[in-house]
Nanobody
Framework: VQLQASGGGLVQAGGSLRLSCAASGITFSANAIGWYRQVPGNQREWVAT???????DYADSMKGRFTIYRDNAKNTVYLQMNSLKPEDTAAYYC?????????WGQGTLVTVSS
């Protein structure tokens, strides 16, 4: 199982970015995919999850600003991030669980300047 996260970069506060998480080695449509983020020195924080039925959940601080969605034909999950704030600066990781084992992507860095 491999997850490849991409799309991070430097953006000004109020701007937008779209992250991608491309998966292989799993039955993609049967798996929930989550996004997490981590600032050095802090614990990894859950951001959002999209379930296999397409339903979504968000951490409170992301609701209304972030949108998670999936394209099963491309085995890819996206995280559209709008109205970015400096406190959104972090490394963003995608994760899935298959047969009880958690798999993480390598992370993509998002930097929001004030």
């Amino acid at each position: 199982v491999q997850l490849q996260a991409s799309g991070g970069g430097l953006v000004q506060a109020g701007g937008s970015l779209r992250l991608s998480c491309a998966a292989s080695g799993i039955t993609f449509s049967a798996n929930a995919i989550g996004w997490y983020r981590q600032v050095p020195g802090n614990q990894r924080e859950w951001v959002a999850t999209i379930n296999k039925d397409g339903s979504t959940d968000y951490a409170d601080s992301m609701k209304g600003r972030f949108t998670i969605y999936r394209d099963n034909a491309k085995n890819t999950v996206y995280l559209q991030m709008n109205s970015l704030k400096p406190e959104d600066t972090a490394a963003y990781y995608c994760k899935t669980t298959s047969w009880g084992h958690a798999y993480w992507g390598q992370g993509t860095l998002v930097t929001v300047s004030s």
